[in-house]
């Protein structure tokens, strides 16, 4: 098991955005959190990754609780792509670079640098290494974020909404990766996500919240017409096609 999740609240102001949030994530799985806005979805990847310190309760990465961990041991066993991300006069290169920073001790070496060059080319963000971030598209930026993640080679990848911003065909493409690397490299990966498409595609484990509380966990048979109807309030359809359940809103 690496991530546990226990028994997390968190306020804003005295409003309790997360009630008593508990679930277990394996190594090697993607899972997609799930829910309608003001669930508490970005809360929890905060409090998880330590940038909103905890009222109660408990996160723990390999049985190791993180209130136990420094920053820079944090920053080696997370990467973290926030749902809002805006660009500099930094390069590309330099901004990816800016991922391997938990790891460069003085300088950076010649593995540092290769490794931007491998998640550059994964990324088919090689003709952009040397302009500046703030000549991107909302799109491209997002890219450039994950790519910053991944040189992290972290244990637990956590992204707020990572296709937002991004057209079809990226969306799959972000997907696709997010999800190969999960596998390959054996860790585990956490996103919020508001196309339950995209997530029944690409996710395996399924954490749905409301009302700042965990509604169900589970594997994608927990995502029933049922479960969209109480938790979205919307009448709806799931259908397979060619393999991959859809959710079609009445």
């Not at 309790?16 to 899972?31: C, D």
């Not at 979805?41 to 940038?51: A, E, F, P, Q």
């Not at 310190?53 to 136990?68: A, H, R, T």
């Not at 017409?225 to 799931?238: N, S, T």
């Amino acid at each position: 098991m690496l991530l546990k999740v226990e028994d997390v609240e968190f306020s804003y102001n005295g409003t309790k955005v997360l009630k008593k949030v508990s679930f277990e994530i394996e190594k090697g799985k993607v899972a997609a959190i799930l829910g309608p806005n003001g669930a508490g979805k970005s809360t929890l990847l905060k409090c998880i990754n330590r940038v909103l310190k905890l009222k109660k309760g408990v996160v723990m990465i390999e049985d190791v609780s993180l209130s136990l961990l420094g920053e820079l041991d944090i920053a080696k066993k997370m990467g973290y792509v926030p749902q809002n991300n805006s660009g500099s006069f930094m390069t590309v290169f330099d901004t990816i670079l800016l991922g391997r920073k938990p790891h460069i001790r003085w300088e950076a070496r010649e593995k540092d640098f290769k490794i931007v060059e491998e998640t550059l080319k994964l990324l088919g963000l090689e003709d952009f290494a040397l302009r500046p971030t703030n000549s991107l598209s909302g799109g491209e930026l997002q890219k450039v974020m994950l790519a910053r993640a991944l040189v992290q080679e972290p244990e637990l990848l956590l992204l707020d909404e990572p296709t937002n911003n991004l057209d079809v065909k990226n969306q799959i493409e972000v997907m696709k990766i997010i999800n190969r690397i999960t596998h390959e490299k054996d860790i585990t990966s956490i996103v919020v996500m508001h196309d339950i498409n995209l997530a029944l595609r690409y996710a395996e484990k399924f954490i749905v919240m409301k009302d700042g509380k965990i509604y169900a966990t589970g594997e994608k048979d927990i995502i029933k017409p049922d479960l969209i109807r109480k938790v979205y309030k919307v009448e709806a359809l799931i259908e397979n096609v060619r393999g991959f359940p859809v959710i079609i809103p009445l």
